[in-house]
């Protein structure tokens, strides 16, 4: 299993730019497939946008397509969102899941073994 610490949430306005940032350790990062996932009061997790071990493919919900970018650097064993033009709708408790294995992109929640605690990006309208 590896370690996930998410960072770089917090309070913005509509419009406005965060970034997160997903820490790891404990194994070997590079050979994880990772992804962002959010979950809002009352809702299930949803997924949010993925990046394979490599970091040649990525995916993205819908939602968040054009606006948000996922990328790693595994030198540095971080992955991040950077989320752009950001709405209300997108308030939520960001999560960061990690799975080894494939080549291909996760984007199920079962594919994610390893999660971290959790980072609140609440935005005001």
């Known amino acids: 299993q590896v370690q996930l610490v998410e960072s770089g949430g917090g309070l913005v306005q509509a419009g406005g730019s965060l970034r997160l940032s997903c820490a790891a350790s404990g194994r070997t990062f590079g050979g994880y497939n990772m992804g962002w996932f959010r979950q809002a009061p009352g809702k299930e997790r949803e997924f949010v946008a993925a990046i394979n071990w490599r970091g040649g493919d990525t995916a993205y919900a819908d939602s968040v397509k054009g606006r948000f970018t996922i990328s790693r650097d595994n030198a540095k064993n971080t992955n991040y969102l950077q989320m752009n033009s950001l709405k209300p709708e997108d308030t939520a408790v960001y999560y960061c899941?990690?799975?080894?294995?494939?080549?291909?992109?996760?984007?199920?929640?079962?594919?994610?073994?390893?999660w971290g605690q959790g980072t609140q990006v609440t935005v005001s309208s």
């Open positions: 899941g990690a799975g080894h294995g494939a080549n291909y992109v996760y984007t199920r929640l079962v594919d994610f073994t390893s």
